[in-house]
């Protein structure tokens, strides 16, 4: 069972930076691909980055490509995303998950086996 926290969400001016955090525990949470979702309000939530067990590769969906970052510190069980020039269409609830059997340079997952509950991103001036 994995359990999973997300946190660093706020409001923020369009063109700034947030970090967002996901904390993982469970036994086997280091063999998983994590990816980060996004839920705009009104909207069905997407898969816009994932980062594969080793860390070492990367997926973003077009749109985030060039502003968003995803990390993993895997000693602290963590796995961040970095965001940068924000805008107003970012704005939603963010969400961490955890996905077992997938290759994340193939593509964003499309759902998770594990979740966390969010943490809200507010874009506007």
């Known amino acids: 069972q994995l359990r999973i926290v997300e946190s660093g969400g706020g409001l923020?001016?369009?063109g700034?930076?947030?970090r967002l955090s996901c904390e993982i525990s469970g036994d086997t949470w280091q063999f998983y691909?994590?990816?980060w979702f996004?839920?705009?309000p009104g909207k069905?939530?997407?898969?816009i980055a994932c980062i594969n067990n080793f860390g070492d590769h990367m997926n973003y969906v077009e749109s985030v490509?060039?502003?968003f970052a995803i990390s993993k510190d895997g000693a602290k069980g963590t796995v961040f995303l970095r965001m940068n020039s924000l805008k107003p269409a970012d704005t939603g609830v963010y969400y961490c998950a955890a996905r077992n059997l997938w290759i994340c340079s193939n593509g964003i997952p499309i759902d998770g086996d594990a979740w966390g509950e969010?943490?809200?991103v507010t874009v506007s001036s």
């Not at 069905?44 to 898969?47: A, D, S």
């Open 44 to 47: 069905e939530r997407q898969g």
């Open 16 to 18: 700034g930076s947030l």
């Open 65 to 67: 490509k060039d502003r």
């Open 12 to 14: 923020v001016q369009p």
């Open 33 to 35: 691909t994590i990816a």
């Open 38 to 40: 996004h839920q705009a």
């Open 118 to 120: 969010g943490t809200q």
